[in-house]
């Protein structure tokens, strides 16, 4: 099931509404200001977020890896298509992980990725952000990891959407990140 910002769709019981209810309550609430965070691009200089914001604001998908992770390889070589749709509605398009500059630098050229790639390899701004997951093993090569999430962040620095999945598995489609992107400038928040 989807989430976003505030729960969207619905549950069929109340298991599943329990689930959802605590998956919501992971990563940045929307209307809050972002973390100020500084993060490091492929090409190794360092950055905050919203040095890398676009007319409306910034769009950070934040992944597990882009070394060994499939479904965030997967999502990231899918945002490519959504890069002109964002820039077009103002926001810019960033990816988000602990992988080191180098591995970044390596998957953007093998895939031809053109929207910038910024490692947290010390994942402070994946706790900043709410959004580090605590169920992986401290020392294991997966503990740093985020929760996959999307969040925009407009230009006053405020978190105006949040779209997530209930699992790693399932990202947001690039569809709905474009639809996102395209509401939010309609609305005026970004």
Known sequence: MFVRGILAGGAASLFALAAVAEESSIGPQVGAPAPVSEVVTAQGETVSLSDLSG????????????????????????????????????WALTVLSYDPPETLTAFAEEKGLTYTLVSDE?????????????????????????????????????????LREEGYKDRPPVDVVIEAAERLSQTGAG
């Open 55 to 90: 007319e409306a604001g910034v769009a950070v998908a934040f992944v597990r890896s882009l070394d060994w992770c499939p479904y965030c390889r997967q999502q990231a070589i899918e945002l490519e298509g959504a890069k002109a749709p964002l820039a077009a509605s103002g």
């Open 122 to 162: 010390g994942s402070d701004a994946i706790r900043a952000f709410d959004l580090f997951n605590e169920e992986m093993r401290e020392g294991s090569r997966y503990w740093g990891i985020p929760h996959p999430a999307i969040v925009f962040i407009d230009t006053d620095g405020m978190v105006v959407e949040v």
